[in-house]
C-alpha cells in the first residue's frame, strides 16, 4: 500500500491562498472516499472537506465558500484549494482515504470514517 503523502503547506497571511496536494496513488481504482482534515494545537481533529468516487463532495461551514477539494485521477492528486485564508485555519493538514467505501455524506467528515492517513503538512495563517 502506498503511502498518503502530502504537500503544499506553508505560511501565508491572511486573505492569501495556498493549495495543499496529495499522493493517492492506488486509492483510485475503485470506490472511495477522501477527505481533508486538520487539527490545530489544542483541538481536536475536525473534517475540512471530502469527496468519493462519483464526485459528490461535501465541506465545514467553517470553509464552505473559501476551500475547494478535488481529484485528479490522471496525476493521482487530492487537491485542497484553499483561499482567503484566515488565522483560524491555522492547523495541521491531513489527508485521508477510505479505500473500496462510498461514506454517507451524513458521516464523511467524520475521521472515524477514514483509515488511510498522511502525516500532514502544517499551514500557519499570520499576520
Known amino acids: 500500500q502506498v503511502p498518503l503523502v502530502e504537500s503544499g503547506g506553508g505560511s501565508v497571511q491572511p486573505g492569501q491562498s495556498l493549495t495543499l496536494s496529495c499522493s493517492v496513488s492506488?486509492?483510485?481504482?475503485?470506490?472511495?472516499?477522501m477527505g481533508w482534515f486538520r487539527q490545530a494545537p489544542g483541538k481536536e481533529r475536525e473534517g475540512v472537506a471530502s469527496?468519493?468516487?462519483?464526485?459528490?463532495?461535501v465541506y465545514a461551514k467553517s470553509v464552505k465558500g473559501r476551500f475547494t477539494i478535488s481529484l485528479d485521477n490522471a496525476k493521482n492528486t487530492l487537491y485542497l484549494q484553499m483561499n482567503s485564508l484566515k488565522p483560524e485555519d491555522t492547523a495541521m493538514y491531513y489527508c485521508?482515504?477510505?479505500?473500496?467505501?462510498?461514506?454517507?455524506?451524513?458521516?464523511?467528515?467524520?475521521?472515524?470514517?477514514?483509515?488511510?492517513w498522511g502525516q500532514g503538512t502544517q499551514v500557519t495563517v499570520s499576520s
Open positions: 492506488e486509492y483510485t481504482k475503485s470506490t472511495y472516499s
Open positions: 469527496i468519493d468516487d462519483i464526485d459528490r463532495t
Open positions: 485521508a482515504v477510505a479505500p473500496r467505501r462510498r461514506i454517507a455524506l451524513a458521516s464523511i467528515l467524520r475521521d472515524r470514517e477514514f483509515p488511510d
